[in-house]
C-alpha cells in the first residue's frame, strides 16, 4: 500500500510538472495575443472609474466606453509626442555636441594609457574592431526593430478595441465567471473579483502618482544643476519606472551623458547620477511604500523573480506587466485553499518574521517542541 501511494504521488508531481510546461509554453506561443489583452485589461482597470463617472450623467455605456478610450489616447498619444517631438529637437543639434564627445574620448584614451599602459593607437584599434562588429550585426538589429514595427502598430489598434469591450461586456465577462465557477459560492468569486480590481487599480493609482512625483524630484534636480532639457530627462527617467527597481538608474545614465557633452565639468554628470539615486532612494523607502502601502503586498524576492519569468516569457512587456501579474495570482492564490500556502510565500513577511529570535517565535507560533540533543552515554 505504501508504495503504491509513493507511485500515486510520483505520478501526481509529474502531472503537474507537465502541466505547467504545456501552460508556460502556451504563455509563450500565444503572446502576440496575450500580451495586448493584458495591457488591455489593465487599462480597462485604469478607465473603470472614469466610465462610471460618465454614465452618472445618463450618458449611455457605448459612448461612455468610448469617450473613456479616447481620453486614453489623447493621454498616452500626447505623452508619447512630448518625448518624439524633444528627442527630434536634441537630435537636430547633435552636431553641436560632436567635437565635445570627440574631446571627452580622447580624454578617456589619455587616462586610460597612463593607468594601463595601452596606447591609443591599441585603444582606437579595439574600438573601432567593437564598432565593425557592431556595423555587421546592423541588418539583423535594423531588420528586427522593423518586424517589431508590425507589432506595435497593431498594438496600437487592437489594445484601444480590446480595451473599449472589456468596458462595454464588463458585467458580462463578470457573469462569466460565475459560470466557470459554478460550484463555488457566488459572494466568493464576486469578493475575489472585486479584490483583484482593487489591488490593480490601488497599484496602477500608486504608480502613476508616484512616477509624477519622481518626476518633478528629477527635473528640479536637473534645473538645479542647469542641465538642457531637464523636463524632458525627468519625465522620461520617471516612465522607466514601468521597469521595476531599474528604471530610475537606466534614466539617470542618458542625462548624465548628455551633461558630460554640453558642462566643461565631469562633475556635472556625477551630480545627475547622484541625484537620482537620491530619488529611487526616497521612491523605495518612502513613496512606494507610503502611496502604495501594503495594498499590493509582495515581497521583493518574489517581485524579482517574477520579473525575471515576464522578461523570459514576454520581452520588454512581460517586465511591465509581472507586479500587476504576481498581485492577481497572490489574490487568486489567497482564496483558494488548496493554493493559500503560495500566496503567503507570494506576500510580504510579516514582522516577527525578520526579528532577531524569529526561529523560536516561529516554533512557538506553530507549537512544535524543539528537539533536545541527547548526550551520548
Known amino acids: ?14 502531472a503537474s510538472l507537465l502541466s505547467l510546461i504545456i501552460i508556460i509554453g502556451l504563455l509563450y506561443a500565444l503572446q502576440s495575443v496575450l500580451v495586448p489583452l493584458m495591457f488591455s485589461i489593465l487599462l480597462a482597470i485604469s478607465l473603470y472609474p472614469v466610465t462610471r463617472f460618465i454614465e452618472k450623467y445618463k450618458v449611455n455605456r457605448v459612448t461612455a466606453s468610448l469617450i473613456s478610450v479616447l481620453i486614453a489616447i489623447i493621454l498616452i498619444g500626447g505623452l508619447v509626442w512630448f518625448i ?49 562588429r557592431a556595423i555587421s550585426n546592423a541588418g539583423v538589429i535594423v531588420g528586427t526593430a522593423f518586424g517589431s514595427v508590425g507589432s506595435i502598430l497593431a498594438g496600437v489598434v487592437i489594445v484601444p478595441l480590446f480595451t473599449f469591450f472589456l468596458l462595454y461586456y464588463r458585467d458580462f465577462f463578470r457573469e462569466f465567471f460565475f459560470h466557470a465557477f459554478i460550484s463555488t459560492p457566488k459572494e466568493i468569486v464576486s469578493e475575489v473579483l472585486d479584490r483583484i480590481y482593487y489591488v490593480v487599480q490601488s497599484y496602477l493609482v500608486g504608480l502613476v502618482t508616484v512616477m509624477g512625483i519622481v518626476a518633478i524630484l528629477n527635473t528640479v534636480g536637473l534645473l538645479v544643476l542647469g542641465i538642457p532639457y531637464a523636463w524632458f530627462f525627468g519625465i522620461l527617467a520617471s516612465l522607466l519606472m514601468l521597469l521595476p527597481y531599474i528604471g530610475i538608474a537606466i534614466g539617470s545614465i542618458l542625462p548624465a551623458v548628455f551633461a558630460l557633452a554640453t558642462k566643461d565639468s565631469a562633475w556635472y554628470a556625477l551630480g545627475v547620477i547622484g541625484w537620482f539615486q537620491v530619488v529611487q532612494f526616497l521612491e523605495g ?40 501579474m504576481i498581485a492577481v495570482l497572490k489574490v487568486v492564490f489567497d482564496a483558494v485553499p488548496s493554493m493559500k500556502a503560495f500566496g503567503f ?33
Not at 1 to 14: C, D, H, P, T
Open 84 to 132: 518624439v517631438h524633444q528627442v527630434l529637437i536634441i537630435g537636430s543639434s547633435g552636431s553641436e555636441w560632436q567635437s565635445r564627445f570627440m574631446h571627452i574620448l580622447q580624454t578617456i584614451q589619455q587616462w586610460v594609457t597612463m593607468r594601463f599602459g595601452i596606447e591609443q593607437g591599441q585603444l582606437t584599434q579595439q574600438i573601432t574592431t567593437f564598432t565593425n
Open 1 to 14: 500500500m505504501l508504495k503504491l501511494y509513493q507511485n500515486q504521488k510520483s505520478i501526481g508531481l509529474a
Open 345 to 377: 510565500l507570494i506576500g510580504e513577511p510579516e514582522q516577527y518574521h525578520l526579528k532577531r529570535f524569529s526561529g523560536k517565535i516561529l516554533m512557538k507560533r506553530w507549537k512544535i517542541n524543539p528537539a533536545t540533543p541527547q548526550n551520548e552515554s
Open 285 to 324: 523607502n518612502f513613496l512606494t511604500p507610503n502611496i502604495v502601502g501594503g495594498k499590493v503586498s509582495i515581497n521583493p524576492l518574489m517581485a524579482l523573480v517574477g520579473l525575471l519569468l515576464g522578461g523570459m516569457l514576454f520581452g520588454l512587456a512581460g517586465l511591465i506587466l509581472a507586479i500587476p
